[in-house]
């Protein structure tokens, strides 16, 4: 397997533009996780989902931060509009969770800029 | 929810010395605690993970050890080299669809 996959590695928008990262788990894995990663907060869990399904989005910063997953292969996290506070990698991770926990796999990160 | 607290938040040794950074977490439901290793610019690896029916688990230079009733978990290694030279994350959970919370993060620094 390729492991997790996101798009784009980098982006570089303006302020006020949108924003879509894009993951492709790993398959077979049943729960998938966003992550915001910056200097000062560390690695913040913004939203999971376990079966397509989004089970919570408490760590959403603001209504600007979505996400969906329509189907198994797929996920997006949307900012609209961009500020420059939004700067930060943003992973996303997928694990198999059915009785004992998996390992929870990293993608690569998309690193966003935003001016 | 969970809270997890790891300490040092940095940490610096000579090549060839021990390393050991510290967590400690709030929910006593946890029962999955693993540790990632970060380069530079890369994404977060497993190196080693422990599960609440354990105490202790090794894998050659490094062991993580776990007591539950004070709720805390430490991650040893042994023999340091530059190539360890990393941010290490502890985390907590396995309790809700393998979600995990993390620590702030430990950067080791390993001089030659």
């Known amino acids: 397997d390729a492991g997790v996959i996101q798009s784009p590695r980098h982006e570089v928008t303006e302020m006020g533009q949108e924003v879509t990262l894009r993951c492709k788990p790993i398959s077979g894995h049943n729960s998938l996780f966003w992550y915001r990663q910056t200097m000062m907060r560390g690695l913040e869990l913004l939203i999971y989902f376990n079966n397509n399904v989004p089970i919570d989005d ?20 949307k900012i609209q509009p961009s500020e420059p506070r939004d700067s930060a990698v943003y992973f996303c991770a997928s694990s198999f969770a059915g009785g004992n926990t998996g390992e929870l796999f990293f993608g690569e990160g998309s690193r966003l800029t935003v001016l | 929810g969970e809270n997890v607290e790891q300490h040092p938040s940095t940490l610096s040794v000579q090549e060839g010395d021990s390393a050991v950074i510290k967590c400690t977490y709030s929910d006593s439901a946890s029962n999955y605690f693993p540790w990632y290793k970060q380069e530079l610019g890369k994404r977060p690896q497993l190196i080693i993970d422990i599960r609440s029916n354990v105490g202790e688990k090794k894998d050659q230079r490094i062991a993580v050890t776990l007591n539950k009733t004070a709720k805390h978990f430490s991650l040893h290694i042994t023999e340091t080299q530059p190539e360890d030279s990393a941010v290490y994350f502890c985390a907590a959970g396995g309790t809700s669809y393998g979600k995990l919370t993390f620590g702030q993060g430990t950067i080791l620094t390993v001089h030659p």
């Open chain 1, 58 to 77: 408490s760590g959403m910063p603001e209504d600007r931060f979505s996400a969906k997953m329509p189907n198994a292969s797929f996920s997006t996290l």
